[in-house]
C-alpha cells in the first residue's frame, strides 16, 4: 500500500511530478516484479520440500500403523518405556502417547477425541467412559498401585529444628499445626483414592476419629492431577501430598511414609479398546503386550503392583474377581511405617 | 493500470464500506459465535439455576469479585504514578523499566506462577526473611491477589501511559502559570484529560485479573473459599462435568462482561466530555 500512495502523493504537486512519477512508477514496476519473481521461486522451494517431505514420509512410515493411546498421567514413564518395547517387537505400528488426568481423556473422548486406546487410573472413569458407549470391548485391568504419603525434604528432615516449616516423621505428624498438605482435587482418582485413605486411617483407634478432620483442614490446595501434588511437594512449597508408590521412583527429592495395607487402597488401571479405533487389531496387540510378562516386568520396574500370579492371594473367589482379589493383595512395600524410602 | 485501478476501487466510499462490513462480519461470527453457543448449551441445562446458586459457584464468585477488586485499588494507586513517570521522562533507564512493564503479557502465566514461587515462595528468594517476619503467602488469598496483579497490571500501565502521553505538556504549564500546585494540576488538568486511556485500560486489567488462571494454581494452588476463584472452580468442575462447568463459565463471562461494558461506558462518557 506504501507504493501505491508514493506516486500519488509526488502528483498531486505540480511542477516537477510530470518527470518524476514515470520513473516512480518504473521503480514501483520493477520492484513489483522482482518481488513476484523471489515469491514464485520460494513457493517452488517450498513446494519441493513439502513434496520431498511427503516421500520421504511415505517411505519411511508407507504401511505403518500409528496407534493412538490416552493413558493416565501416573503412567507416563512406564508406557513410555512400553510403548518402545512395544515398537521395538512390532515394527508395523508406531505409538502416539498422549498423558493426562484419567477423568479428562474421558472427557475429552467424549467430546471426539480420537484414540483407539484408553488406560484409566480408577475404574470409576473406565465405567463413565462405558456409560458413554466409548468402549469397543472389555475392560481389562492390567496393573495395580497403591498411595504413599509424600513428604518435602524439609519437613522430613531428621533435624527438625533446621527449618521453621512443619515436621513430619510419621503418619500422626500430618495431623499436626502448620502442616501444608495437598491432594489431588477429589474428582482425580487420585484425590478420591487419598480420602479413602485418610477415613481409613481414622477408623484406626491408633489415629482416633479427629484424625481425618484434622488432615482435611491441613489441605492447601486440591491438584487437578497428581503430579501436580507431586510437585507442590518437590518444591517443599507444601510439606505432604497423597501421591501413588509409582511416583516415587521419578523423583529423589521427597521423602516416603507408606501408609500400612489395611488402610491402603489398591487402585486398580484398566485398560480397553475404544470404539471408534481404526486400528482394532494393533489395539487388542497392544493391551495383550501389557499384560504379558514382559509388559508386567517394566511396570513393576516403575513401582506398579502387576498382575501376575505371585502377587495374587490364593482366594476361593477365583481369577475372575480382580477387583476384589487385589484389596486383600495389598501393596508390595506397606509393611507399616517405615520412614525414609528415599532420601534426596 | 492495474495498480490505479485498485486505488480507485479502495477510493470509493461504498467499496471501503463493503469491505469493512465484511470483515466486520466474519470477525463479529469468529469471537460471537463461541460465546453465544457456550450461552445456548448453558441455558439448556436442566440444573442451570442450581449450579448457578450453588455454594461453589457463589463462593468462588465472591472470591474473585473481592480479590481482583483489592488487586484493582493497588495497580490503579501504584501504576497511575508510575505510568505518569513513563510517559513524561526521557531517561533511558525508564525505557528499560518500559519494556520490563510489558514483559507479563509474553510470559505464559504458568511461567509466571513459577516466576512467583521463585521469589516469594518458601524456598524463593524472599520466602525465608518473609517467614521470619511471619508471613507464608503461597496457598493464600494474598498469593491470588499478588498473582493477579503480576498479569494484570501491565494493561493498565501501558493504557495509562498512552492516555498520558496524548495529554499535551502545554495545558500543564498553563495551569502550573496560573499558580495551581503541581499535584492540583495532575488532579484537575491531567488525569480528566487521561481519563478515558485510564478506564479503558481498568476495564481490560480488571478482566484479565478475574480470568486468571495459570499464575494462580502454581503460586496460590486450590482451596475452596481461600484460593479458588471462578476459573479454578470452572476447572475443578470440568473433572466431574463439563455442564456444571459451562454454567460457571457463564457466570464469570456475565461478571467480565458487565465490568467491561459500564467501564466502557464511563470512558465514552469521559471522550465525549473531552472533545
Not at chain 2, 265 to 273: E, P, T
Request: hydrophobic share 50%.
Amino acid at each position: 500500500m506504501i507504493e501505491l500512495t508514493c506516486p500519488n502523493a509526488i502528483q498531486a504537486t505540480p511542477g516537477h511530478a510530470w518527470t518524476t512519477a514515470p520513473k516512480v512508477q518504473r521503480f514501483v514496476q520493477g520492484f513489483i516484479q522482482r518481488w513476484l519473481q523471489s515469491l514464485k521461486e520460494s513457493c517452488g522451494l517450498v513446494l519441493g520440500t513439502i513434496s520431498l517431505a511427503g516421500l520421504l514420509a511415505c517411505s519411511s512410515s508407507g504401511d505403518k500403523e500409528t496407534l493412538t493411546v490416552f493413558a493416565a498421567a501416573s503412567l507416563t514413564q512406564a508406557f513410555t518405556e512400553i510403548a518402545r518395547a512395544f515398537e521395538q517387537g512390532h515394527s508395523e505400528v508406531s505409538v502416539i502417547l498422549t498423558f493426562d488426568g484419567s477423568q479428562r481423556l474421558r472427557l475429552q473422548l467424549e467430546h471426539g477425541a480420537k484414540a483407539d486406546v484408553f488406560a484409566s487410573a480408577d475404574e470409576r472413569q473406565m465405567d463413565l467412559a462405558q456409560e458413554s458407549g466409548l468402549l469397543g470391548g472389555e475392560a481389562v485391568p492390567f496393573a495395580a498401585n497403591t498411595l504413599v504419603v509424600a513428604v518435602s525434604a524439609q519437613a522430613g528432615a531428621e533435624d527438625g529444628s533446621a527449618h521453621t516449616g512443619a515436621t513430619i516423621h510419621s503418619l500422626k505428624d500430618l495431623a499436626g499445626e502448620d502442616v501444608k498438605l495437598v491432594l489431588a482435587h477429589s474428582e482425580v482418582p487420585a484425590g478420591r483414592y487419598a480420602l479413602t485413605v485418610i477415613n481409613s486411617l481414622a477408623d484406626d483407634p491408633e489415629f482416633g476419629p479427629q484424625y481425618s478432620a484434622l488432615l482435611l483442614a491441613n489441605i492447601v490446595s486440591q491438584e487437578p492431577n497428581v503430579r501436580g501434588v507431586l510437585q507442590k511437594v518437590t518444591m517443599g512449597e507444601a510439606d505432604a501430598g497423597f501421591v501413588y508408590t509409582s511416583d516415587l521412583r521419578s523423583n529423589d527429592n521427597i521423602l516416603a511414609l507408606t501408609v500400612p495395607s489395611e488402610a491402603n487402597v489398591a487402585a486398580v488401571y484398566p485398560i480397553a479398546v475404544l470404539r471408534d479405533s481404526a486400528e482394532l487389531e494393533s489395539a487388542e496387540l497392544f493391551i495383550s503386550f501389557l499384560t504379558s510378562p514382559r509388559g508386567q516386568k517394566i511396570l513393576q520396574e516403575h513401582g506398579f503392583n502387576g498382575l501376575d500370579s505371585h502377587n495374587q492371594p490364593t482366594s476361593s473367589r477365583g481369577g475372575n474377581n480382580l477387583r476384589m482379589s487385589y484389596r486383600f493383595a495389598g501393596p508390595k512395600m506397606a509393611h507399616g511405617l517405615a520412614h525414609g524410602l528415599k532420601e534426596g | 493500470m492495474a495498480l490505479s485501478m485498485r486505488r480507485r476501487f479502495f477510493a470509493q466510499p461504498s467499496a471501503a464500506v463493503g469491505v469493512g462490513a465484511g470483515a466486520t462480519l466474519l470477525y463479529v461470527a469468529f469471537i460471537g459465535l463461541p460465546v453465544v453457543a457456550l450461552l445456548i448449551k448453558a441455558a439448556q441445562q436442566e440444573s442451570f439455576f442450581s449450579s448457578l446458586t450453588s455454594g461453589t459457584a457463589l463462593t468462588a464468585m465472591r472470591l474473585s469479585l473481592i480479590s481482583s477488586a483489592i488487586s484493582m485499588v493497588v495497580i490503579v494507586l501504584v501504576g497511575t504514578p508510575f505510568a505518569y513517570l513513563l510517559a513524561r521522562s526521557r531517561s533511558p533507564w525508564l525505557r528499560l523499566v518500559d519494556a520490563l512493564v510489558e514483559l507479563p503479557l509474553v510470559m505464559p502465566p504458568v511461567v509466571a506462577g513459577v516466576a512467583m514461587l521463585m521469589a516469594f515462595g518458601r524456598r524463593g528468594v524472599l520466602g525465608p526473611p518473609l517467614e521470619d517476619l511471619g508471613i507464608t503467602l503461597p496457598f493464600t488469598t494474598a498469593a491470588v491477589i499478588l498473582a493477579q496483579i503480576f498479569v494484570a497490571s501491565p494493561f493498565y500501565v501501558r493504557s495509562a501511559k498512552l492516555g498520558f502521553q496524548s495529554v499535551a505538556t502545554d495545558h500543564e504549564d498553563i495551569s502550573r502559570t496560573l499558580g495551581v500546585s503541581p499535584w492540583w494540576t495532575f488532579w484537575r488538568v491531567t488525569i480528566p484529560l487521561a481519563a478515558p486511556s485510564l478506564l479503558t485500560g481498568l476495564a481490560l486489567s480488571w478482566a484479565r485479573a478475574i480470568s486468571e488462571f495459570g499464575a494462580t494454581i502454581m503460586f496460590a494452588g486450590n482451596l475452596m473459599g481461600k484460593t479458588q476463584t471462578m476459573p479454578l472452580a470452572i476447572m475443578s468442575a470440568m473433572e466431574t462435568s463439563l455442564d456444571t462447568a459451562m454454567v460457571l463459565s457463564v457466570l464469570l463471562i456475565l461478571g467480565s462482561l458487565t465490568i467491561l461494558v459500564t467501564l466502557g461506558i464511563f470512558a465514552r462518557r469521559q471522550w465525549q466530555g473531552a472533545a
